[in-house]
């Protein structure tokens, strides 16, 4: 039961966090330049790396005494949720700028190994130190496990992935990414609060 909490909890807050991202747009930029099998896998691959990444470093916190680890993991949170709440106004204009400036990086037209090697490198360099590689660490060094928190993270970025390949365009029109925003600010709070909650005997 842990570990489908673990799961779900990784999975439902990587969600929002990324989907009005720059990669969320990077990804959609990608698929209309070359085709979306190998852009997906690509950043797909690109995304296994970052979580297992971010799992290990939480997992190295959490070895470390569990109250300052705790207040750790509290504080990515709630900066999380602050980052977030703070740029949901402005998240649709960005997400405008965001694709000018990934289009005018990608002008080759690539197709099969070649475009999904491309996809993995914007992507790969894209995520360093993201809010999502972040809050996947949190998540381990506040004490779930690091397996189906990879998991959870690692499909939530992939579902992200694919939905900017096949539906990028139609989603953009139809769905505010400012209300996104706010949605993962007020999930990174709830995580925030709980994980300070955890701290009282």
């Not at 950043?43 to 979580?51: H, I, N, S």
């Not at 999380?80 to 965001?98: C, H, I, T, W, Y």
């Not at 400036?101 to 090697?117: C, I, W």
């Amino acid at each position: 039961m842990e570990w489908i909490s673990a799961f779900l909890t990784a999975f439902v807050l990587i969600v929002p966090v990324e989907l009005p991202d720059k990669t969320f747009v990077a990804t959609l930029v990608l698929g209309t330049r070359y085709r979306p099998w190998p852009v997906w896998i690509g950043v797909t691959a690109a995304f296994g790396v970052q979580c297992l990444v971010a799992v290990v470093a939480g997992t190295l916190i959490s070895k470390l005494p569990a109250t300052p680890v705790k207040l750790f993991a509290a504080v990515m949170f709630a900066i999380g949720a602050v980052v977030l709440f703070r740029g949901a106004r402005k998240a649709d204009a960005e997400g405008a700028e965001q694709e000018k400036e990934y289009e005018q990086k990608v002008t080759e037209s690539r197709t099969g190994l070649r475009a999904a090697t491309a996809s993995f490198l914007v992507l790969f360099a894209a995520e360093w130190g993201d809010l999502s590689q972040l809050i996947t660490a949190g998540l381990v060094a506040s004490g779930r496990p690091g397996v189906p928190v990879f998991f959870g993270a690692w499909f939530g970025l992939a579902a992200v992935a694919g939905a900017a390949v096949l539906l990028g365009r139609w989603l953009l029109k139809r769905v505010r990414l400012s209300v996104i925003r706010y949605v993962g600010a007020g999930v990174c709070a709830v995580l925030a609060a709980v994980t300070v909650i955890s701290l009282v005997p």
